[in-house]
């Protein structure tokens, strides 16, 4: 089992960057895969960016591909999301999940641990 912990949303400005740090509270941590998810009130959570265990292996959405980065750091057990070219459309919650499988990653059904969330907004 793990909880997770995102920090470093907040306001930037179109074209700004943030980096949003999830951090696990185990040190089972490093077994899992990890991922980003966001959320808009009134549509479904969309999957953002996946980093497996060992931070080998990483794959986004279309959406977010060339502008956002996502890294981890096992001795911190911290996943990073770096976002740059940030734009109004990546207003949203963003949530970490995790993962043993490395299979349908993105999918929300496939994570059993979320963090809180952590608001992300961009203004035009």
């Known amino acids: 089992q793990v909880q997770l912990r995102e920090s470093g949303g907040g306001s930037v400005a179109a074209g700004g960057s943030l980096r949003l740090s999830c951090a696990g509270t185990e040190r089972t941590f490093l077994f899992y895969n990890v991922a980003w998810f966001r959320q808009v009130t009134g549509k479904e959570r969309e999957f953002v960016a996946v980093?497996?265990?060992?931070?080998?292996?990483?794959d986004y959405a279309d959406s977010v591909k060339g502008r956002f980065t996502i890294s981890r750091d096992n001795g911190q057990s911290t996943v990073y999301l770096s976002m740059s070219s940030l734009n109004p459309a990546d207003t949203a919650i963003y949530y970490c999940?995790?993962?043993?499988?490395?299979?349908?990653?993105?999918?929300?059904?496939?994570?059993?641990?979320w963090g809180q969330g952590t608001q992300v907004t961009v203004s035009s």
């Open positions: 999940a995790a993962t043993r499988d490395w299979d349908k990653l993105t999918v929300r059904s496939q994570y059993g641990y």
């Open positions: 980093v497996n265990w060992n931070g080998i292996n990483t």
